[in-house]
């Protein structure tokens, strides 16, 4: 197993464009798109690039839009930009699809871990800890989920789309590993998981076939199993890291996600003792 110091570094792609024109938690707050929603005072997309920066494992920060003026007209992002802290790339017409395209343009050879502009409550502990272990188990490409009875732990009531592994349910979260050359023919693979990304069992069938279907619906296929038949199907060696935080299941999908970051962020402020 690599050291820390023999590791190589990861560039981050930020994937911060909207999904559509009219993304509700934008139009709540009133700006441009959403990842210059601000929570707790700080934009959403500037709180993912701190918490990236602040990580030991991650040299380059690329984000994937919003469009460029937007970024330019915020005053907590235009520095970034003008400085070089962070590069930009214009976003195709759907995540995965950016994805791709922003893959494309990085070294073969360099490790790059995606997540999202709206994982409002990144913290670098959770960036360390996901590249840590996906570094070292020997996969082309690694993806986080979240038990979701750790995230109904920590925020009960939030509705998370979840699925139901043995052993699970699990939840995304928003953090993906592409580890060498191989991981990026996933691209498009990733492309099909979003467009049925909240009917899990259609991912199931469409990725694991009929077998991988009856086996999920009985309650009897593991994460583990499931992943080694995808590996096989895809001819890519395809690895999870279970996360033991809940905050990395959450993204700001609606106005009722956005209310809860707030609180999570106010309850945070208020446990920081005061220097008067």
């Known amino acids: 197993m690599k050291s820390k110091s023999e590791a190589k570094p990861f560039t981050a792609l930020v994937l911060a464009a909207d999904r559509a024109t009219d993304d509700p938690v934008a139009a709540l707050a009133g700006t441009g798109c959403k990842a210059l929603v601000p929570v707790a005072g700080v934009a ?11 990580s030991e494992r991650i040299e380059r920060i690329v984000l994937v839009g919003p469009a ?26 759907s995540p995965s699809a950016s ?15 995606v997540t999202t502009a709206d ?33 109904l732990a920590r925020f009960p009531g939030t509705r998370r789309t979840g699925i139901r592994l ?20 996933l691209a498009s693979f990733w ?11 259609r991912v ?25 038949q995808l590996s096989a199907r895809l001819h890519v060696r395809i690895g999870a890291v279970i996360m033991p935080f809940a ?8 106005p009722l996600d956005y209310e809860m970051v707030e609180r999570f962020h106010a309850q945070k402020n208020q446990s920081i003792p005061s220097d008067a």
Not at 99 to 113: E, F, G, I, M, S
Not at 219 to 227: I, S, W, Y
């Open 119 to 151: 994982h409002a409550l990144l913290c670098p502990e959770m960036v360390d800890y996901f590249l840590e272990q996906a570094t070292s188990g020997g996969h082309d490409f690694v993806v986080a989920v979240t038990p979701l009875e750790t995230v």
């Open 191 to 201: 492309q099909r998981v979003e467009q049925d990304r909240k009917h899990p069992r």
């Open 99 to 113: 994805a791709a395209q922003a893959l494309a343009h990085q070294p073969a050879d360099r490790p790059v871990l």
């Open 68 to 93: 460029r003026h937007l970024l330019e007209q915020d005053a907590s992002m235009s520095p970034l930009l003008d400085t070089g802290r962070i590069s930009w790339l214009p976003p195709a017409n």
């Open 44 to 54: 959403m997309v500037r709180r993912v690039v701190e918490a990236l920066e602040a």
């Open 166 to 185: 043995r052993g699970g349910p699990y939840c995304g979260s928003n953090l993906f590993a592409f580890m060498n050359e191989d991981a990026r023919r």
């Open 247 to 254: 905050q990395a299941a959450i993204d700001v999908d609606s």
């Open 204 to 228: 199931i069938a469409g990725a694991l076939g009929i077998p991988g279907i009856l086996r999920y619906l009985l309650g009897r296929l593991t994460l583990e199993q499931a992943l080694q």
